[in-house]
């Protein structure tokens, strides 16, 4: 297995088979992935499904599976959509499947252990990749320990003291649409709100990475957070389920 820390043999991704009756379970969201021209559909055991709903902990034999694939590309390379608005799917990329297991995980270090979840990535051949970035995976997941380390379940149930629907937006606001930051920089004063709307189907989550890291909770579509900042400086922030392609910037005088 390669990942970046030594673990003992029983651990890691070989433990997961390859879900090949995934389509008997549940396809519980699809995402529109405009940053890198993907639609994704995940699809979840009706278990798994039901405990999101419900916002509990997922059981024991729990299987999510995130299937990517190409988005159709018009001439210009731009993303094409269906009758339904939504992009249109072409080849399949890979699949990325996380399990629960009773006693998984315990050969983690605790600084990247997602509880009892393991991580396993297929190629469109339905081959292990076992050179995938799985530390990456468990270092995506652990801050979503409330949410038993689900990304998606937001797209499912929104804990309404997290969500922050109903604010009303700041002078400073700041737009999350087609997986960008709008504006990505922006000048505030000191102590002046600063407040992002995710408009994405997409969950999103604001982490500013300069000092001391601070992340909202994950936020919906329609969800805001509002945050402002005491010290002159500028301060860089990242949505830390995207990081690599969103990226803002806010300066306080």
């Not at 993303?79 to 080849?91: E, L, S, Y």
């Not at 530390?135 to 997290?162: M, Y």
């Not at 997986?179 to 189907?201: E, M, Q, R, S, Y």
Request: glycine share 8%; hydrophobic share 40%.
């Amino acid at each position: 297995m390669a990942v970046l820390y030594a673990v003992p043999s029983t651990a890691g991704p070989d433990k997961i088979a390859f879900p090949a009756a995934y389509k008997s379970h549940v396809l519980y969201t699809t995402v529109d992935r405009p940053d890198n021209k993907q639609y994704r559909e995940l699809w979840g055991t009706a278990d798994a499904v039901a405990a999101m709903k419900a916002g509990r902990p997922l059981p024991s034999g729990s299987v999510l599976t995130l299937i990517q694939y190409k988005a159709q590309v018009d001439a210009a390379g731009t993303p094409m959509n269906g009758p339904g608005g939504r992009f249109v799917k072409g080849d399949l990329v890979v699949y990325a499947v996380m399990e629960k297991r009773t006693g998984w995980g315990a050969e983690y270090p605790a600084e990247w252990r997602n509880g009892e979840w393991e991580y396993a990535v297929f190629g469109p051949d339905m081959k292990l990749n076992e050179k995938a970035n799985y530390k990456g995976c468990f270092e995506c997941h652990k801050p979503h320990d409330k949410t038993d380390f689900i990304i998606s379940q937001t797209r499912l149930v929104t804990p309404a003291a997290a969500s922050n629907f109903g604010a009303a937006p700041s002078a400073a606001a700041v737009s999350i649409e087609n997986f960008k930051f709008g504006p990505a920089k922006l000048t505030v004063n000191a102590n002046a709100p600063v407040t992002w709307t995710n408009g994405d189907d997409s969950p999103h989550q604001v982490t500013v990475t300069t000092g001391t890291i601070t992340r909202s909770a994950v936020l919906p579509k329609g969800a805001r957070h509002t945050q402002s900042f005491a010290t002159p400086g500028i301060y860089d922030y990242v949505c830390a389920l995207h990081p690599a392609n969103m990226k803002g910037q806010i300066e306080v005088k």
